[in-house]
C-alpha cells in the first residue's frame, strides 16, 4: 500500500522532482497535502470563468455547492468510492488521486472543513484507498479505518455548539462505511464561514500546484442534504466544472431530484458527457480456507491438505500443486513446512495457509527410542 500521502510527500519533496504545471502559492502548508478551498478559473476583469452549460470552471473542483441558505450548520453525502486507472499521463510523484469529499465553507472564502475518501494509482496500476478529514489550512488528517473500492459512505459534519460565523464553532464529523459495517465521529474546534455547503470531487494541493487527477471513469453522490434538507441543486446555479493543470477534467451530471448527480473524468480540451449513475453493486468476496491433517507426522509420514473458497474462479497452491476451487493433496514433507492456497475471483485474491510440523527423531544412548 502507498503510505499515507501526507508522509509520502513529505518524504519525496527531498529529492528532485519532475517540472508541471503550478498554480499561484497560498497559504497552504508545504508539509503536507490540502484540499484547497475553491479555486476558480477567472476571466480578465477577475470574475469567474463559467463553461458552455453555465457551470464555474475550477483548477480542481468539480461537482455542486450551495450558499443561498447560509448559515450552514450541517451537510451530508453519500458515495461510492470509486476504482481508479493509471491514465498514463506525467505525475510528479508516481501516483494520481481521485477525492470525493462533503464540506462547509471555502466557495469564495479561505474556511474549508471537509471529510471524505481519496482513491489513489501508482504508474504501475497499483490501487489503494484511504479515508481522512481535514481543517483547512491544516494539512490532511488520515482516519483510522480500512475502506475498499466499491464501499458506499455516508459522511457528515453538524455544527454541535457556537453554530455563528462570528465564534468558534464545535463540529461534529461522522463517517460510516455502510458496506463494510464501521462508524467513525470526532469533535473538532473550528471557525468556519459557514457561508457554503459542497460536495466535490477533486485532486489534492501540494506545495505550489494541484496533482494529476487519477481516471476514476464516474462517481455518484446519492443523496446530499444541506442544513438537513434537499439542497435543490441545479447546474447553471450550484455546478461546478473541473480544468486541470495536468490535462484532466471532470464534469458534473444534471442533478436528479435537486440532491442526486455524478460526476464523470476526462481530458481536456473536452468534458465528458456526465448522466448521474447509481451505485453499483460490488463482486462478492473471494474466500479460501486451507487446512492439513494431520498436522503433526514424523519422516516419512504423509499429510493431507484440504482446500475449498468461494467466488473463486482459480486457486494455486504454495508449496504444493493445487487442481481446481476445492480439492485434496497427499503430501510428504520432510521438515515442518507452511503451505498456501490462494484464490482468485472476480473480487481479487484470498490467501488461506496451513503448516505441517515434522517431529525430529529422538535418540537414547546412540539409539532410536
Known sequence: ??????????????????????????????????????????NADGSFKHGLRGTIVTGSWAGYAVTAGAPYTS?????????????????????????????????????????????????????????????????TQAIPYTVKAGDIITASLQCAAACSPAQVQTWQLTMTDETAGWTWTQNFQYQSSMASAEWITEPPYYNTGFLPLADYV??????????????????VANGIQMSGAWGETSNPSDPVNGNVFSTCWGLAPTFTSCTAGSFTTPPPATTASLSAYPTKISPGQ??????????????????????????KAVIYPTVTTAYAITCTGEAGPATAMATVTVASLKTCRGKKC
Request: proline content about 8%; glycine content about 12%.
Open 1 to 42: 500500500m502507498k503510505p499515507n500521502i501526507a508522509y509520502f510527500l513529505c518524504v519525496t519533496a527531498l529529492a528532485p522532482v519532475a517540472s508541471g504545471p503550478a498554480v499561484a502559492e497560498t497559504d497552504a502548508s508545504s508539509e503536507g497535502p490540502t484540499h484547497l478551498p475553491m479555486q476558480p478559473h477567472r
Open 218 to 235: 464516474k462517481v455518484t453522490y446519492d443523496p446530499v442534504f444541506a442544513n438537513g434538507t434537499n439542497p435543490n441543486l441545479t447546474l
Open 75 to 139: 451537510a451530508s453525502a453519500t458515495w461510492q468510492v470509486p476504482p481508479v486507472i493509471y491514465d498514463g499521463g506525467s505525475t510528479p510523484y508516481g501516483y494520481e488521486y481521485v477525492l470525493n469529499w462533503v464540506g462547509i465553507g471555502g466557495y469564495g472564502d479561505s474556511t474549508l472543513i471537509q471529510l471524505g475518501s481519496e482513491s489513489y494509482v501508482s504508474t504501475s496500476g497499483a490501487a489503494s484507498y484511504q479515508i481522512w478529514y481535514e481543517l483547512y489550512p491544516a494539512v
Open 302 to 327: 504423509a499429510s493431507t491438505l484440504t482446500w475449498s473458497s468461494t467466488n473463486a474462479s482459480s486457486c494455486t497452491g504454495g508449496g504444493f500443486t493445487a487442481s481446481g476451487v476445492s480439492g
